[in-house]
């Protein structure tokens, strides 16, 4: 080519590309002129004066009001507003952010629904000299777009014939005529998927997802297609990784028969079932690739053990109760069938045991276990001193993953020392109970409730040295007030009574007490209720006591907790809200750990009589309920 040539070819290019830049340019002013009608009455429009350090500025978005949860949304994704203090050093860098603004935006209106959403910015100067300029970003959503239908084809590998549940849009979240929402959409992938293994398709895959929008109808349709796989029951199971635990003792934990439809909320909860136990420092179960010629599922158990021994220790102290200390050793899986050996004392002012107990798994049936418990107890209490022997076999029964049930026989040979007077009783016992736990954990909870019922009929038919029948119902509730757990109110009510024989009949180790760290803070222990002459408790036949609590993690791993406690013992069968209780409040002071918070708490008697101390404190593992 001529210079000639190359030199007519440059020209040519120069002015294309200014013609470009002036067809750019004439199309951006009027999409901003769009800004200038839609957002409200301004200062004109002009350039930021640019310095060394940057560009301050100010961000304001509006025109979302009334788009749901779209304005929060773009508040806390602006880019603009997060990198505030990171002053650009050009107009056009600001542009720039105020463009990946918009981009922002959009995205996050199409995830709501509002697929016509129009977002445009503008740069205005400072309102006064040396100020920060002003970035006006106005949004325009738009109507939003709603579901119409969604089909689902379920076809086997030939693409041959629909196949598999059939499932609803209402059972996907994504119902004929609600929001558009993507985010929705990306979920039913994984609710569809769901939904067929939970209905004997566990190796069910998505193939296909289309969302088409109709920006006439200002809806969206959506398409799925799935692959199902064959239809299956649970086969065989292999269980690797046990090495001093029986397979068997795994199988039996499984919630499943051989032969029964595949369901994956199954293997879900036998799995939380293996957890449970405590033997296994983790599970996993996986299903086979591929389902048997015979419709049989393979499944695999893979686990690993936990030491089977444990030591374990712990230490309260408290004003009225003193210094308390306990320690435990324990073998779990003894014979090699998670058979449970325990052995534990416990040594404190008041308190000093000695206790033994045996555990068998399965007795006679799954998750029925049966304990053998046996052990030495000594108080020495204002109100009486005692010491006792005791036998128990209890068998307990969970009925469900909330619901157990425990019953069985006591034996009891009890020496007390009360009021100057020595008595000695045999008590052959019956014990019952049930319990219902929804509770989320054990030392620290958050969310679900505890209840628990005990009845206990003492029969002098059986040997005892005299009959009554005792009932206790305590129930303890929480309740996470930020969605977190960081800040819970919890709640506690006891209701018991004693029938058959008088308080004064009663051995004094049975009767009803409140006051102390388990009931009633700020009283000193067994104080409340009636008092003899020597303002010594006496105990009851009927028993009420109330807790609440405002348990706040508030600095990391430490918290605070307000409460209030309320009791009452009566010497009547039955408890009675016409009498006075006692009222206590107090602050706790809670240190979080690994193994539960550590508790602290100061509490005040509100209306104390003349013997009442004027607080009390208490230290110890655990919250209070």
Not at 38 to 55: C, K, L, V
């Amino acid at each position: 080519m001529t210079t000639d040539g190359l030199a007519a070819l440059m020209r040519f290019a120069f002015f294309l590309s200014l013609s470009c830049c002036l067809i750019v340019g004439g199309l951006r002013p009027a999409f901003a002129d769009k800004a200038a009608v839609q957002s409200p009455a301004g200062t004109p429009s002009g350039a930021p004066a640019e310095t060394s350090a940057g560009i301050a500025y100010e961000v304001s978005i509006e025109g979302l009001e009334g788009a749901g949860d779209l304005q929060s949304l773009a508040e806390e994704s602006s880019g603009l507003r997060t990198r505030i203090d990171d002053l650009p050093v050009s107009t056009a860098a600001l542009k720039r952010r105020a463009r990946e603004d918009e981009d922002t935006f959009a995205t996050i209106a199409r995830a709501r629904g509002y697929y016509d959403a129009v977002f445009v910015h503008r740069v205005d100067p400072p309102a006064a000299p040396g100020g920060p300029v002003r970035v006006l970003i106005y949004g325009d959503p738009g109507p939003v777009y709603t579901f119409g239908d969604v089909s689902i084809l379920a076809a086997d590998a030939a693409g041959a014939g629909a196949i598999g549940p059939s499932v609803t849009q209402e059972a996907l979240g994504l119902p004929r005529g609600g929001p558009a929402r993507s985010d929705a959409v990306v979920a039913a992938e994984s609710t569809l998927v769901r939904l067929f293994q939970e209905q004997a398709y566990p190796l069910a895959r998505l193939t296909d997802r289309t969302a088409t929008v109709n920006r006439d109808t200002k809806t969206m349709t959506v398409s799925f297609r799935v692959a199902p796989g064959p239809k299956a029951r649970f086969g065989p199971v292999t269980v690797t990784g046990n090495e001093a635990i029986a397979r068997d003792y795994i199988v039996r934990r499984l919630p499943w028969v051989y032969g029964e439809l595949a369901d994956v909320r199954a293997i879900e909860k036998g799995r939380k079932a293996l957890v449970s136990t405590g033997h296994f420092e983790s599970v996993g179960i996986e299903v086979a690739e591929q389902v048997g010629p015979d419709g049989l599922l393979p499944i695999s158990v893979s686990v690993r053990e936990n030491p089977p021994r444990s030591i374990g220790a712990g230490v309260s102290l408290s004003t009225s109760e003193g210094l308390g200390s306990r320690v435990h050793w324990e073998h779990r899986n003894l014979f090699g069938g998670a058979e449970q050996l325990r052995f534990e004392a416990a040594y404190g002012e008041v308190e000093s045991s000695l206790t033994g107990a045996f555990t068998v798994p399965d007795v006679l049936a799954t998750d029925q276990n049966f304990t053998v418990e046996t052990g030495y107890t000594e108080q020495r209490t204002d109100g009486f001193d005692s010491e006792s022997y005791r036998a128990i076999g209890r068998f307990e029964r969970r009925l469900s993953d909330i619901l157990s049930v425990d019953y069985g026989v006591s034996l009891e040979r009890t020496h007390i020392e009360d009021d100057g007077k020595e008595q000695r009783f045999t008590l052959v016992g019956i014990p019952l109970g049930a319990t219902i736990d929804t509770s989320n954990d054990l030392l620290n909870p958050t969310s679900g409730g505890r209840t628990r019922l005990r009845f206990t009929p003492y029969l002098d038919s059986l040997g005892s040295t005299q009959s009554f029948y005792s009932t206790l119902l305590r129930h303890a509730h929480y309740l996470s007030l930020d969605g977190d757990g960081d800040l819970v109110l919890a709640a506690r009510a006891g209701i018991g009574s004693i029938s058959g024989a008088s308080t004064a009949n009663l051995p004094a180790d049975k009767r009803f007490y409140a006051g102390g760290s388990g009931s009633v803070r700020g009283y000193a222990l067994q104080s409340v209720g009636p008092l003899d002459g020597a303002d010594e408790p006496t105990g009851g036949s009927a028993l009420l006591d109330f807790a609440l609590e405002l348990r706040w993690r508030a600095f990391g791993d430490f918290g605070v907790v307000p409460f209030v406690d309320a009791g009452q013992v009566y010497n009547q069968e039955l408890p009675s809200l016409d009498g006075d209780l006692q009222w206590a409040a107090g602050v706790g002071f809670r240190y979080f750990t690994a193994i539960g918070p550590i508790r602290a708490d100061i509490a005040f008697p509100l209306n104390p009589r003349d013997s009442d101390e004027v607080f009390q404190v208490y230290f110890s593992l655990g919250q209070a309920f």
